[in-house]
């Protein structure tokens, strides 16, 4: 089992930068593929990145592709999400989330942070 705890969330302008972290606890991260998934208001939740056991391979959300990058250090059991250009369509809770297959499913995804708020300003 892992426990994901996401951090890095706030309030940031349109056009700004910002990273997410996630930190795993245990000693089998590097077992299993990461995702990064956001929930807005009132929406459905929504996927954004993966990225494989061993870091390559990742995939992206077209809504996000180009502008964010999802990477992972396994010394570190922490899984990161960059984000660039952010624009207020970008706000959401965003979530991390472990599983062994590297994928925009979420439903394939067995273990779950509890978010962290990112929100954007005009």
């Known amino acids: 089992q892992v426990q994901l705890v996401e951090s890095g969330g706030k309030l940031v302008q349109a056009g700004g930068s910002l990273r997410l972290s996630c930190a795993a606890s245990g000693r089998t991260f590097g077992s299993y593929a990461m995702g990064w998934f956001r929930q807005a208001k009132g929406k459905e939740r929504e996927s954004v990145a993966a990225i494989s056991r061993s870091g390559g391979s990742p995939y992206y959300a077209d809504s996000v592709k180009g502008r964010f990058t999802i990477s992972r250090d396994n010394a570190k059991n922490t899984v990161y999400l960059q984000m660039n250009s952010l624009n207020l369509e970008d706000t959401a809770v965003y979530y991390c989330?472990?599983?062994?297959?590297?994928?925009?499913?979420?439903?394939?995804?067995?273990?779950w942070g509890q978010g962290t708020q990112v929100t954007v300003s005009s």
């Open positions: 989330a472990a599983g062994p297959y590297a994928t925009l499913t979420p439903r394939l995804y067995n273990y």
